[in-house]
């Protein structure tokens, strides 16, 4: 995909002297907001700064069933947020490097006013230390 032209501001100078008072006032408006957008759709959406939603790594441990052994919460950045639900973005074994999870990892979790806990995970082995990144999607 090709980039995005360079953005262009409305300039005054660039139209008749009659019309120039009217075209200040329209650019302080208009140049911002095409600015704002120029940038969003220049790579300038994140996950942290632009969609309800909140990443966290949580140190989580299991048993043989896949539920916490550990208290495996976070807390939400946007406090009441209402979670749709919870994708695993990243996994790694802290204590053995060499071993992986065993299967795709899927949470199972209970929301609270201003965190959430994750109850149990597929897919980690029994016995290791793990970091899950997971992004909580809100409503």
Do not use: H
Not at 8 to 34: P, R, V, W
Not at 99 to 119: D, G, R
Request: proline content about 4%; some cysteine.
């Amino acid at each position: 995909m090709s980039t995005l032209p360079t953005f262009k501001s409305l300039q005054s100078s660039d139209f008749d002297t009659q019309y120039q008072g009217l075209i200040n006032q329209l650019a302080l408006i208009f140049n911002n907001d095409i600015q704002s957008l120029f940038t969003a759709l220049n790579n300038g959406v994140s996950l942290a700064n632009n969609i309800l939603c909140t990443v966290a790594t949580v140190p989580i441990t299991v048993d043989s069933s896949g539920n916490t052994t550990n208290s495996a919460n976070f807390a939400l950045t946007t406090p009441s947020m209402k979670i749709t639900g919870l994708t695993v973005v990243r996994v790694i074994n802290t204590t053995n490097s060499s071993i992986y999870p065993t299967a795709a990892p899927f949470c199972s979790f209970t929301p609270a006013s201003n965190q959430c806990t994750i109850n149990n995970i597929t897919g980690l082995q029994t016995g290791y230390q793990w970091s899950v990144t997971v992004i909580a999607w809100g409503t």
